[in-house]
C-alpha cells in the first residue's frame, strides 16, 4: 500500500527531451561529469535507495514519532540504518565541491535527488536536507580553517547541520531575536538562548550535530542590523577533526506537531555555548538570505513531493476499489461494481493531482538550472554574477515557494477524498501526507510572506514589473507562431497570450494603486502568488504539451506514443479546469483594499 | 488558549433579527413554548455547558484519544462526567417528543445547540450526536413495544445510538451490504457481519447503546432492494426497561484516526447478536434515507463549528502576536512590532474565515426552518406534507453538507496560517481543528457523492432544473427592489441579479449536454456545487447585510452600530474576494466532458 515508484520516465522527459539538460550541463564549467551516462547512474540509484530503503519506513515513521528522553532524540526504528546507507551511497555530497570531498556535480542533480527522497519519506529528507543550507553557509562565509573543520564531514554527511533561527517570540520577524553571544579572551563567543523548530536539531543518526545560529554580540545594534552568525557544534571539534568535549547546547524537548513526526523538531537551550562567528559581525542576517533562494526552492519540492506521493496511491486505489456503476452504464460487468477511476469526479481528482504534480516538477526542473549557474558562481567568488543570477531566480522563488507548496496541499487533500473514509485512517497514508503537507506553507516563510517579497519586493521594488514583462515575454515568444494553430496546443498557446498581457495589466493596476495607497501591495499580495503561479504553471504544461506534440509528429521521442499523449491531455485538462482560478484570483487582487482594511480590528468578533 | 465563546450576539441577529424565529415558532404547532424568553435561556444555558464543561476537554481529549482494550473503549478523562451534566441538563431530549420524556421543541433549537456543541468539542458531540439519526428511525419506523421500549432512555440521554451502514468493501455503494440477518422461531433474528467506521460504536459513557443496522434477510434480493434494517441492542433490554444479557455485537478494535480523536470509530462484529427488524422487510435503505437530509444537514453544521472555532482562536492570536511593521507605517509605535492584524493579508485570512463562519450559520439556521416542518410531518405522520418538505430540504442538503464543510476546512486552514509555525504545534490547537474539519467532506457522503446527489438528482432528474428557478427568483426578488441603491447593498443586489440568470444558464447548459452526453453530470458535478454554494452563500450574506443595514437606519436594531457595520463590511468582502470563485467554477463546470474522460484508465502514469 505505501509502494513509492519513482516517477523516471516523467523524469526523463523533463530532463532530457522538454528541458534540454544534456545541452546545458555541457555547457557548464563543472557539468562535464554529468553525462547523461552518469545523470541517468544516479537517477536509477536514488530510486532504488527512495523505492526500497526509504518509503518503507515513511508510515512507522510516522507512527512511531520521535522520543526524546532525558536530553537526546531518538529517531524512529529504521531510520540510523537507512541513514547509514545514505551516508555509504556518498548521496549528501553529490552537487558540493569536490575540495571538501564532494561529487562536485551541478546542484540541480541534487533537486531531482531530493524530489524522490522526500516524496518516499520527507521526514527522514529532512535530517540531510538541513544540512545544505548549513553548508553552503560555510562554503561561502567560514574562513579556512572552518571549512577545513566542518565541511568534510558534513559533505560526507557523518555529521548533520542545522539552521538555528526562530526564537520563541519571533518567526519572520528575525529582527526581534534576542539570544546573545558574549565574546571570550580567546576570539570565540559563548551564546546563551533559546532557539524553537530547530528541524535536525537533535537526533541520533550522527556523532555531531553542526549548529549555524544567528546572535546578537553584546552591544549591537538593536533590530536587524546587529545580527551575527555563528557555528555552535553540539560537539566541539579537536584538531584532528574529531568530535570532542560536548557544547553547552541542549534539546530542551521536541515538538507534538501535526504531522512530519519522524523529523525531530528541537527547542535548543543555549548556555553559554561555546561558538564561532561566521562572516563578518553584524552581517548575520544578510548572509543567512544569500541561500534563501535555493532553500525556499527546496521547500517548494515539497508540494511535489506531497502531490506526487498521494497520486501514486490515489490512482492505485481508484483502479482497485469499486463502487457503484458509472453513470454512463456499466464499465467493469463482471463485477458487482465499477472501479472508482470510471466515475468523472474521481479522475477529476486524479488529474488534478496528476497536473500539480507534473506541472511542479516541470517548474522546479526549469529554475534549477538557475541554481546551477547561482551555486557556481557563489563557488567561483563572482558576486557580480550571482547578484545577477540571485536576481532571476529571486522572481521563481515565492511563486514556486508559495504556490507549489499550496498546490501540494490540495493534491494531498484531493488523494484522501479519493479514498474516502479510508483516507481519514492512518494505516492506509493518506491522511499523513496531508498532514506531512501541511507544514510546507507555513515555514521557510508561509504563503503570505513569499507573497509579499513576489510583490512587494521582487515585482514592484526591485524590478518595477520587469521580471513579468521579461517572462511573459517569453510565454509570448512561445506562443505567437502557434496560436494560430487548430489543435490543442494552438489553444495553450491563445490562453497563455490573453494571460500574459493580463498579468501585465493586474501588475501595472497594483503599481499604480500602490503609489497612493500603501496597503495595495498587502491586500492583493497573496492573490497576485496564486494568480502568478497559476500562469506560470500554465506556461510549463503549454511546453510540456509541445514537446510532447512535436515528439509524436516526428517519432524521435525516447517514450511511448501513449505517454505523450497523455501529456498533452493532462495539459488540456490544466488550461480548462485549473487555469480558470487565474480569473478569480485576478478579481480578488483588484478588489478595492477597504473589502479588508475597512474594518476597525475590534469589530472583528462581538463577544 | 483553547477559549471558547459562544457567538450568542451573532446568533441572536440571525434568529430574531434576519430570519426571524419568533414568527417561525409562533406560527408552528410545537412552537407555542418556543417563545424568546425560552429560546434565550437555551441559548444561554448551552453556552455554558460548551464553554465551561465540553471547550476545556477538547485539546486533552484530542491528546489522549480513545482506549481501546478487550473490547471496551475507555473514553478520554473528563468525558463521562463531562456527558452526565449532558443528560443532567436534559440536553439530548429538546427536540423529540414529550410521550418519550422530551421537551417536544422544534428541531431547529437542538441544531443551535448543536452549532455550540460542536464547536467546542466536535468529539464529544458526536456521542450523543449519532443517536439523533437511531432516535428519528425508530420514532418513524419503530414499533409501539420498540419505542417504549428504547426511546425514553434515548431521548433522556442515558442511552445513545448508532447507524451501521458501513462494511469493509462498501461505503457510499450500500448494494454491496453482506451483513445477514437470519430469522429465528421466535420471529427475532441473528445477524453476522462486520461494520466499520461506526461512530460511537463503543464507549465507556452510558450502560447500553442501540445500534441501527443494515442487514440481507437470508433470501432476499441481491443490491439495494434486498436490505432490512434492525435494532441491535448492546445488552438486550429485559421488560423493566434495564440492559440485561450481553448480546453478541462486540467492538474489534477502533481506528486510528487523523481527527476527531477522542470519537471512537468502532469496527463492529455481529456473531449472531440478536436482532429486530425495524420497519417492513427489504425497506431498509428507504427507510435509512428518510432522515438522511436532517442527518448530512448535521454535518454541514461542522464547516460552521470549524471555521468558529479557528476565527475565534486565530483573532484572538492575531491580536496579541508582533510580528514585523505594517507596510503602511507603525500601527502599535510603544512595541517593538506590530499586532499580526494589522497585517493586510492577515485580514484578508481572518475576514475569509469569519465570512465563512457567520455565511454558514446564516444558511444552515435559515434551512432548520425547513426541517423544523418536515420533522413535524414525520411526527403527524403527515407522507404528503413530509415528501413536500423533503424535498424543500433536498435541494439545500447537498449544497450545505457539500459546500460549508469544504469551505470549514478551509477556514480551519486558514487559521493555522495565522498562526505561522505555531499553528503547526499540538499545544495551540489549531491543527487539531484541521484535522478534525477534514473529516467532514469525506462522511455523511464525500463531497462528490453530494455533487452527484445535487446535479444528477436533485437539480436534473427531480425538478429539471426547477429547485434552481425557485431559489433564483428568491434572489431577484431580493435583488430587484435594491439594485438601483447605490449603497453596498445595491452592489450586493445587482451581482445577485448577475448571478441568478448565470446560475440558471449554468444549469441549463449542463441539462442540455446531459441529453447526449452520459458524462456530462459527473465530470461537471463538483464544481457546479462549490457554484451554488458561493452564489448561495451570496445571497444569504446579503440577505444580512440588508437587515443590518435596514436597522442602523431605524435604529431599531437590538444590538451595536458597530456590530451591523461589521456585518455589512464582511458581506462586501465576501462579494469582493470570494464570491468570485463562482465564475471559475462556472468555467470549469462548462468545460468539456473530455477534459476528464478522454484518457485511457491505464495511461494516467507510467511507471
Given at each position: 500500500m505505501m509502494d513509492y515508484k519513482a516517477p523516471l520516465r516523467d523524469m526523463r522527459f523533463l530532463i532530457n527531451e522538454v528541458l534540454d539538460y544534456p545541452a546545458h550541463y555541457a555547457a557548464l564549467p563543472n557539468g562535464a561529469e554529468a553525462t547523461p551516462d552518469t545523470v541517468e547512474a544516479i537517477l536509477e540509484g536514488a530510486a532504488v535507495l527512495c523505492e526500497q530503503v526509504l518509503a518503507p519506513l515513511n508510515l512507522s515513521g510516522d507512527r512511531e514519532g520521535c522520543r526524546f528522553e532525558n536530553g537526546e532524540v531518538t529517531t524512529p526504528s529504521g531510520f540510523k540504518a537507512a541513514y547509514q546507507q545514505f551516508v555509504e551511497g556518498g548521496w549528501q555530497g553529490l552537487s558540493f565541491p569536490e575540495a571538501y570531498g564532494g561529487q562536485g556535480l551541478p546542484a540541480s542533480i541534487s533537486a531531482f535527488k531530493s524530489e524522490m527522497m522526500g516524496t518516499a519519506n520527507w521526514s527522514f529528507a529532512m535530517y540531510p536536507g538541513l544540512s545544505v543550507g548549513c553548508i553552503n553557509t560555510i562554503v561561502q562565509f567560514g574562513s579556512v580553517e572552518q571549512k577545513a573543520m566542518y565541511l568534510p564531514s558534513l559533505v560526507s554527511g557523518e555529521w548533520t547541520g542545522t539552521m538555528c533561527l526562530t526564537e520563541p517570540q519571533c518567526?519572520?520577524?528575525?529582527?526581534?531575536?534576542?539570544?546573545?553571544?558574549?565574546?571570550?579572551?580567546?576570539?570565540?563567543?559563548?551564546?546563551?538562548?533559546t532557539k524553537i523548530f530547530i528541524s535536525a536539531g537533535e537526533h541520533d543518526l550522527t556523532d555531531n550535530i553542526i549548529h549555524v545560529v544567528l546572535a546578537r554580540v553584546a552591544g549591537a545594534p538593536s533590530g536587524t542590523r546587529g545580527i551575527s552568525l555563528f557555528i555552535v557544534p553540539k560537539y566541539l571539534v579537536s584538531s584532528d577533526g574529531a568530535p570532542g568535549k560536548?557544547?553547552?547546547v541542549t534539546c530542551g524537548s521536541i515538538e507534538r506537531k501535526m504531522g512530519i513526526r519522524a523529523s525531530a523538531t528541537a527547542v535548543l537551550n543555549f548556555d553559554g555555548a561555546t561558538a564561532f562567528m561566521i562572516g563578518a559581525e553584524n552581517k548575520g542576517l544578510e548572509a543567512m538570505f544569500t541561500f534563501m533562494n535555493t532553500a525556499r526552492i527546496g521547500t517548494a519540492i515539497q508540494g511535489v513531493c506531497h502531490a506526487?506521493?498521494?497520486?501514486?496511491?490515489?490512482?492505485?486505489?481508484?483502479?482497485?476499489?469499486?463502487?457503484?456503476?458509472?453513470?454512463?452504464?456499466?464499465?467493469?460487468?463482471?463485477?458487482?461494481a465499477d472501479a472508482l477511476i470510471w466515475h468523472p469526479d474521481v479522475r477529476r481528482m486524479l488529474l488534478t493531482q496528476k497536473a500539480i504534480a507534473e506541472g511542479g516538477r516541470a517548474m522546479i526542473y526549469s529554475v534549477a538550472k538557475i541554481a546551477d549557474f547561482l551555486v557556481n558562481a557563489v563557488l567561483d567568488g563572482d558576486e557580480r554574477k550571482q547578484k545577477e543570477q540571485d536576481s532571476c531566480l529571486g522572481f521563481y522563488t515565492p511563486i514556486l515557494k508559495g504556490f507549489l507548496t499550496e498546490m501540494g496541499l490540495e493534491a494531498a487533500n484531493l488523494g484522501m477524498q479519493v479514498y474516502g473514509g479510508h483516507g481519514y485512517i492512518h494505516e492506509h497514508g493518506m491522511e499523513q501526507i496531508a498532514r506531512d503537507a501541511r507544514i510546507s506553507t507555513l515555514y521557510e516563510g508561509t504563503t503570505g510572506i513569499q507573497a509579499l517579497d513576489l510583490l512587494g519586493r521582487k515585482v514592484l521594488l526591485a524590478s518595477k514589473g520587469k521580471c513579468v514583462r521579461d517572462f511573459t515575454l517569453t510565454m509570448v515568444n512561445f506562443s505567437k507562431g502557434r496560436a494560430l494553430r487548430r489543435d490543442a496546443i494552438g489553444m495553450m498557446a491563445r490562453a497563455l497570450l490573453k494571460r500574459s498581457v493580463q498579468w501585465n495589466v493586474l501588475t501595472t493596476r497594483i503599481m499604480l494603486r500602490a503609489?497612493?495607497?500603501?496597503?495595495?501591495?498587502?491586500?492583493?499580495?497573496?492573490?497576485?502568488?496564486?494568480?502568478?503561479?497559476?500562469?506560470?504553471m500554465a506556461y510549463f504544461w503549454a511546453l510540456q504539451a509541445d514537446k510532447a506534440s512535436e515528439l509524436l509528429r516526428t517519432g524521435k521521442g525516447r517514450e511511448s506514443d501513449e505517454f505523450y499523449r497523455a501529456k498533452i491531455q493532462t495539459a488540456e485538462f490544466y488550461f480548462e479546469r485549473l487555469l480558470p482560478r487565474a480569473g478569480a484570483h485576478y478579481i480578488s487582487a483588484t478588489a478595492p483594499t477597504s473589502s479588508v482594511l475597512g474594518m476597525d480590528k475590534a469589530h472583528f468578533a462581538f463577544g
Open positions: 518567526g519572520t520577524d528575525l529582527g526581534q531575536i534576542q539570544s546573545k553571544a558574549e565574546v571570550d579572551s580567546d576570539g570565540t563567543y559563548r551564546i546563551t538562548g560536548r557544547n553547552a506526487e506521493a498521494s497520486f501514486q496511491r490515489a490512482l492505485q486505489y481508484a483502479s482497485e476499489r469499486r463502487s457503484m456503476r458509472a453513470l454512463s452504464g456499466k464499465k467493469d460487468p463482471d463485477f458487482k503609489t497612493k495607497d500603501r496597503e495595495a501591495v498587502g491586500s492583493a499580495s497573496v492573490d497576485y502568488l496564486m494568480y502568478s503561479g497559476f500562469v506560470m
